[in-house]
């Protein structure tokens, strides 16, 4: 049977401020963060977090900083960084900050594609729930975007993490995971008008492929690699590696958050079984891009010793692959069933196929507007359409105008995200230890992060480990004392 791999999705969103500008960027999230009305515990432990240690066995001395966002924080204080970053703990375990600039909701970690795509829009319902309560406490409008860029030359992230075993080390990783990094897009991409860097091109199937100009590096904000080495595990480091995903889009189709994720979930099944299709491509950054950029459709990737090959072709093996393993869960055989039902809608019915990819959604819905108004690629509204797509603002958004036409999948509803704010995940992750301890032992509890809390009892520190395989029992909710509760945790009797 192939062991379920712990998962989550940090989605930083894009944030326009009324009568603000981008000078303001930082101080403003920090307020939108903090109007968050819903339960929450305050705080964050970063003891534990590495940002500068490589998966290939160093350390970097500092991480490079964007010279454009340098511009914005030129002469200004924003006080001590823990404060800035005015980190929430919500009542579902999740993680809901200030990211330089960025309110990033970080969903609570899941083992299931459907309990994921559910804490993701989630934090859609969060974000907006911050935006409605900061207008009545400034009198500025928030719009917020579900994006990963803002046509300024500045892109912001939506990352995935997957908590895999250390010894399946980074090598095999990365050589099970890179291709499909590459191809996947085709499936999950958001689409973007234009292009901000490189080659020129009307439309694009990733708004994230602009900006990536390293194959592997441990950056995330400037010089970013298509494959992510930072060595961060959120666990214990030398049981663990958590695989940290930068070159994903932020999705509004819930199919294709799931796809996304249980995409990558099936390149490291494979290469746990040790059958992930052997693929060498020439040049990771520039097959990425041209990926994106293809107005064929036939997704060229160049491999090395001067062969060529198609993303299709990536996925398709992938998918073959996954054909020979004895047991795969019922997320695997989604993936690789729906995936391959949409590479054939792609060329054979286009109608169908954009109702589950963002990129070809968007497309359409631009199109339509180029018809109806008799224009072309090069008219100046059209980046404005890209960016209301992403608009979550149930009034206003063109995505959510989409939905209530019939036009692209139904999603995830209101109700049932909001539902999932008041809630952790229910297919039992350390994510619901992390809740519990928040909602219900908050007064006691004195750190929290990812992989451990800190409770204080009766002036005695007690740290309690919550490890990636870590099922709490449906008990654990049950006990109503700090004491049993951190004993249940340590598995004592």
Not at 13 to 32: H, K, M, N, T, W
Not at 34 to 57: F, K, M, Q, T, V
Not at 274 to 300: C, H
Request: include cysteine; glycine fraction near 6%.
């Amino acid at each position: 049977m192939t062991e379920p791999i712990l998962a989550g999705i940090e989605t930083e969103y894009g944030l326009q401020i009324e009568g603000r500008s981008p000078d303001d960027q930082v101080d403003d999230a920090y307020e939108f963060v903090r109007a968050y009305p819903g339960p929450c515990w305050e705080g964050w432990d970063y003891r534990h977090e590495s940002p500068r240690a490589d998966l290939r066995g160093f350390r970097v001395d500092r991480l490079k900083v964007d010279p454009e966002d340098a511009k914005f924080d030129a002469g200004r204080r924003h006080g001590a960084d823990r404060e800035v970053r005015a980190d929430r703990i919500l009542a579902n375990g999740a993680r809901f900050y200030n990211d330089h600039g960025h309110p990033e909701y970080a969903t609570p970690e899941c083992f299931t594609l459907d309990e994921l795509v559910r804490q993701d829009a989630a934090g859609e319902q969060a974000v907006l729930s911050a935006a409605r309560r900061y207008r009545k406490e400034t009198g500025r409008r928030a719009r917020v975007y579900k994006n990963n860029t803002d046509f300024h030359g500045a892109s912001y992230g939506t990352h995935e993490s997957y908590l895999v075993p250390r010894d399946l080390g980074f090598e095999r990783i990365f050589e099970a995971v890179l291709p499909m990094l590459v191809a996947r897009q085709v499936l999950c991409g958001a689409g973007k008008v234009g292009s901000e860097l490189g080659r020129a091109c009307v439309y694009q199937m990733s708004q994230r492929a602009d900006f990536f100009v390293e194959p592997a590096s441990v950056e995330t904000l400037y010089r970013r690699p298509v494959f992510n080495t930072r060595d961060e595990p959120h666990a214990d480091p030398a049981r663990w590696i958590r695989l940290h995903v930068i070159c994903g889009d932020a999705n509004r189709l819930a199919s294709a958050t799931k796809r996304k994720v249980g995409l990558v979930k099936l390149a490291l099944t494979l290469a746990q079984h040790g059958i992930a299709p052997p693929w060498k491509i020439a040049d990771p950054v520039f097959s990425f891009q041209a990926v994106s950029r293809d107005e064929s459709y036939r997704f060229p990737v160049d491999l090395r010793g001067g062969d060529s090959s198609s993303a299709e072709a990536i996925l398709e093996s992938y998918f073959e692959a996954a054909d020979g393993l004895e047991e795969p869960d019922s997320d695997l055989l989604w993936t690789s069933r729906t995936s391959r039902e949409l590479l054939r809608e792609l060329k054979s019915d286009w109608n169908r196929f954009r109702r589950h990819a963002d990129w070809a959604a968007k497309r359409s819905m631009i199109e339509t507007f180029l018809v109806a108004e008799g224009v072309d690629w090069t008219d100046s509204r059209l980046q404005s359409f890209d960016l209301e797509y992403a608009n979550l603002d149930p009034e206003e958004g063109l995505f959510s105008a989409l939905v209530e036409m019939g036009e692209v999948e139904p999603g995830v509803s209101a109700a049932i995200a909001a539902a999932a704010l008041d809630e952790p995940p229910c297919d039992s992750t350390r994510a619901q230890a992390r809740a519990l301890a928040v909602t219900r032992f908050g007064d006691a509890l004195r750190d929290a992060s990812w992989g451990s809390l800190t409770f204080e009892i009766d002036s005695r520190r007690e740290v309690v480990d919550l490890p990636p395989d870590l099922r709490p029992s449906p008990e654990l909710a049950e006990i109503q004392d700090v004491v049993s509760f951190i004993k249940r945790l340590r598995g004592d009797k």
